[in-house]
């Protein structure tokens, strides 16, 4: 089967930096992305790897391992507003987006 | 904003009455799709469109009836409900299917079923 597997919730201080993983296991890959979701809003997208590496966009950073089948989100210099959840997709060979449960970062002052 | 609106915002139903959910993007996208999302849950798929033709459904039950009269807009029908349909109902578009396109959600219908 499919699965994609995140921590439940993460706690982090404002200022500070965390990284949030995603593994999965899934038929064939065509990219995974990164959605962030406020509490009783729209997921909004934040960022797209298909390629392993790193991307860097502002304070938030994507890495991809594909021989690992794993990725982090990482997010510097944490704001209160980041408080949020955090949800991994990869696209199958399909071209489904198989959704992770997603991460509720919980950021403290 | 994200360019995708949803109507209502909140539902309550009764198990024997019959509603629609709306969805109308102004991205000129292609594609839309409804999910559902349950809390602790992975969003769950439920009916992909793709210039107006369903190209996924994914063993939804009976029960929820989609409609896509364009491009633009996208209906979910719901009658006979269960208490268990109770959740989140997502609408997202996305240019296509494939490459990089993101999707683009609404603020979503949160249902309650009793």
């Known amino acids: 089967g499919q699965n994609i597997d995140q921590p439940t919730e993460m706690t982090a201080t404002e200022g500070a930096i965390v990284q949030i993983n995603c593994t999965y296991q899934t038929s064939g890959f065509n990219g995974l992305f990164w959605y962030q979701q406020h509490a009783g809003e729209a997921p909004t997208f934040l960022s797209y790897n298909v390629l392993d590496g790193l991307e860097e966009k502002g304070r938030f950073s994507s890495f991809l391992s594909r021989s690992k089948g794993y990725s982090y989100l990482l997010l510097k210099e944490l704001q209160m507003k980041d408080s949020a959840s955090y949800l991994c997709a990869v696209r199958d060979s399909n071209y489904q987006l198989i959704w992770g449960a997603g991460t509720k970062l919980i950021i403290k002052p | 904003e994200t360019g995708v609106t949803q109507t209502p915002r909140h539902l309550v139903m009764g198990m024997t009455n019959k509603k629609s959910l709306k969805c109308e993007q102004h991205?000129?996208?292609?594609?839309m799709y409804w999910y559902k999302q349950s809390a602790k849950k992975p969003l769950e798929l439920m009916f992909v469109y793709n210039f107006k033709e369903q190209t996924e459904n994914n063993s939804v039950p009976s029960r929820f009836s989609p409609e896509c009269p364009n491009s633009s807009h996208l209906f979910l029908h719901l009658h006979t409900l269960q208490p268990e349909d109770s959740a989140l109902y997502l609408c997202?578009?996305?240019?296509?299917?494939?490459?990089?396109?993101?999707?683009?959600f609404g603020p979503g219908t949160r249902l309650t079923v009793l």
């Open positions: 997202a578009s996305s240019q296509g299917l494939a490459d990089v396109n993101e999707q683009f």
């Open positions: 991205l000129g996208h292609n594609a």
